[in-house]
């Protein structure tokens, strides 16, 4: 079992910077891949960037790459996803997701085998 907790989640402006973390426990050894997903009111849950464990290797939503960056912490099991310029359509609920198979579709949430509570994030114009 992998236990996933994202924090940092707030309401922000505007062009404001604002960093996620999503910390793992138990089995983190399992894990292959790290996944952030947002979901916002009535839309469905979309990728927003993934990471591998153990290379590093870094994928992201062609919308979002070079305003989001994802980063891993190895020795605090925490991931985490620094969002820039974040614009109001940046709102959303976000959640960390951890696969433990080793699937290489990290933009599908169904490959994912844990999920955290989510973070809610809202940004304001």
């Known amino acids: 079992q992998v236990q996933l907790v994202e924090s940092g989640g707030r309401s922000v402006q505007a062009g404001d910077s604002l960093r996620l973390s999503c910390t793992a426990s138990g089995r983190t050894f399992s894990i292959y891949t790290t996944g952030w997903f947002r979901q916002a009111p009535g839309k469905e849950r979309e990728f927003v960037a993934a990471i591998s464990w153990s290379a590093g290797n870094t994928y992201y939503a062609d919308s979002l790459k070079g305003r989001f960056a994802i980063l891993r912490d190895s020795g605090k099991n925490t991931v985490y996803l620094q969002m820039n310029s974040l614009v109001p359509e940046d709102t959303a609920v976000y959640l960390c997701?951890?696969?433990?198979?080793?699937?290489?579709?990290?933009?599908?949430?169904?490959?994912?085998?844990?999920w955290g509570q989510g973070t809610q994030v809202t940004v304001s114009s």
């Open positions: 997701a951890a696969d433990v198979d080793g699937s290489h579709a990290y933009y599908a949430g169904g490959i994912y085998d844990y």
